[in-house]
Structure formats: C-alpha cells, structure tokens
C-alpha cells in the first residue's frame, strides 16, 4: 500500500518597473517583473513550498533563506531540483503538480508548455503531470494595480 500527502503553496513577489521577469523558468518580456533574493519566480517558489509542506520539510525559506548569498539570484529551477532531492532522500516522488498565477499581465497562456517543460525536467516528473493556469485579479488589490504577482501550488507527492 503506498502513501500520500498533499501540499499546498503560496508565493508573492513586488513587480518593479524595468526588471526581469521570469515565471516558470521562462523571462517573459514584460516592462515589470517580480523583484526578491533569487530570480523572484513566484510560480517555482509557491510548488517548492507545496513540495516542502507534503514531506513535512518546512519551507523554502528554511531551506533556501534569503540571508544567505549562495541563493542570490540563483535560477529557481535549481531550487526546485534541490527541493526534489530532498524528497527522494526521504523516499518521496511526486504524483502531479496544481498551479495557479494570478496577475493582470502578461498573459500566461502562451507560455505555459515551455513553463511545464521547465518544470518537468527540473522536478524529474512527466509534463502530463503539471497544470498551470493563470487568471487575473480584476483589476482589484495590488495584483489588480501590477505592483505584485501571486502564485498557488497544490501537489500529491507518494510513497512506496
């Protein structure tokens, strides 16, 4: 009989004029872009908290602190692989991964199989195994005014 857990993630991040974009491992071309210690990709952050909280790891901000240099600026892909390792030591695998962006623009949709694919490589998982889909705020809060973006995670991880 094997075992499961479900795992839910949030990530928020400030956009700033004239800074980089980057969501799913891909740079959008945007005049703004999210703005924190690594490449601030709200979409990464939210599915490696949801990956930490099924296997009862803590955080991302445990694991990857935003004190600590060695992640300034690094490519979330790459915590994301680190994330994924720490579940196979503990002998975890991922069922599927639930994402939701929400933001007013860009639009996500057409770049949605390179995010998956992104994510598929780094998390070891097959693309069928990914959702990601976006919506906006109606132009209501901070997300409605782009000064920030959100993103919500949900997996299944199992054990053998």
């Known amino acids: 009989m094997s075992k499961i857990r479900v795992g839910f993630g949030f990530d928020v991040h400030q956009l700033k004029e004239n800074h980089p974009f980057v969501v799913g491992g891909v740079r959008l071309d945007y005049h703004k872009g999210a703005f924190g210690h690594s490449d ?3 979409l990464l952050h939210a599915i490696c908290d ?3 909280g099924a296997a009862n790891l803590r955080d991302i901000g445990y694991h990857f602190s935003n004190k600590d240099e060695r992640w300034a600026g690094i490519s979330s892909l790459i915590l994301l692989q680190h994330v ?3 579940l196979n030591d503990k002998g975890w695998q991922i069922g599927n991964i639930d994402a939701m962006i ?3 623009a860009p639009k996500i949709n057409p770049h949605a199989d ?3 694919k992104n994510i598929a490589k780094a998390a070891g998982i097959d693309i069928e195994d990914i959702s990601i889909k976006a919506t906006t705020n ?3 809060g901070f997300i409605g005014r782009e000064e920030g973006v ?3 995670a949900v997996c299944l ?3 053998a």
Do not use: P, S, T
């Open 40 to 42: 601030a990709d709200v």
């Open 102 to 104: 929400c933001l007013e």
């Open 138 to 140: 109606e132009q209501l």
């Open 157 to 159: 991880i199992e054990k």
């Open 84 to 86: 994924v390792a720490l």
């Open 114 to 116: 390179a995010m998956k």
């Open 50 to 52: 949801a990956l930490l």
């Open 150 to 152: 959100v993103a919500y």
